[in-house]
């Protein structure tokens, strides 16, 4: 009976808890939403406050890339600037070194060559015009084979030539050039056209034969090469211009017969072995040292040889003619320019 009584109460007591119970469920399903809403918010402050220190990060880390960009711009343009300094005093440094060179040759060669100078009172008008148009057209062509051969390089000839038959090229080119300075010299001074038209000829030849320097050497030593040759001949050439007349005239068959053991010593290594290396050192030494000797001596004999023809066009006994003139000295330039390079670089390579 009491088991009856406790269940028909049941209901009625659930009925009446009910309101108490949706109350306590209500506020335990709150409690989760409030604190889901209060974690997002938490959430949300957390994304916003990592943002904006990312966005405060990331522009501190610019400011301080464009920082070390502009630090090392700055040190770019500093060590450029020592660099600029540098190269100035270096240039410098290399003038007064070649100025030292030519002074220092001219007065080695003027105390062994020229210990009598002339006593007719100095160079005539006549000898110096005739000098100095010499001279003039010396470096014309000297600049006429330099263009050349740079052109040569440029337009890949130089390489054609190099995978030529050598035998073609060599044999070729010598009739080339002796051919075009046989026919400069027998043309009239009077016939400027084909005069200068063939002297132009006789250059380029010249020019297929220093262009592989140019190919190949480095711009520095070339300039030095041509720093050396030019000092050279203006110290003989001056030896020559103030000794006395026809002083250095007689040399011209003994400079010959140089010229001829030099030219031999030149074509020594297509007859004699490879293995023979002494020999070949030896033949080496006399086509560069030799060659060197030979032509600077060539270069105060064609001096002489000009003032000479000077006094005799003065008489009229011959036409003035300095384009014929400057062949000889040019040729002396070419043959003591290609020793010094070839020996600026044996140089090179041993210090290497």
Known sequence: MSFTLSVRQGPARLAQRLPELTKTSALRSAVPARAFHQQSQQQSKRAGASFFTSRITSQAAYSNAFARAGGAARSYYQQAQQGTAALGGTGMRKLLVGGAIFGGTLVAINAVFNRETRDDGGMPVYEREYLNNTFLHTGLGVGIIGLTAWKMVNTGFVYRLMVTNPWVVGIGGLALSFGTMIATRSISPDNYVPKYAMWTAFNATQAAFVAPLLAFVPPALLGRAGLYTVAMMGALSIVGATAKQEKYLYIGGPLLAGAAIVAASGFA??????????????????????????????????????????????RGMIRRDPVNESIALELDFLNIFVRMVQILMMNQNRRK
């Not at 293995?275 to 000797?293: C, H, M, S």
């Open 269 to 314: 290594p297509l007859i004699i072995p490879a293995t023979a290396v002494r020999t070949l050192a030896f033949t080496e030494n006399i086509w560069l040292y030799g060659g060197l000797a030979v032509f600077g001596g060539f270069t105060l004999y064609d001096v002489q040889k000009v003032l000479h023809h000077a006094r005799l066009a003065e």
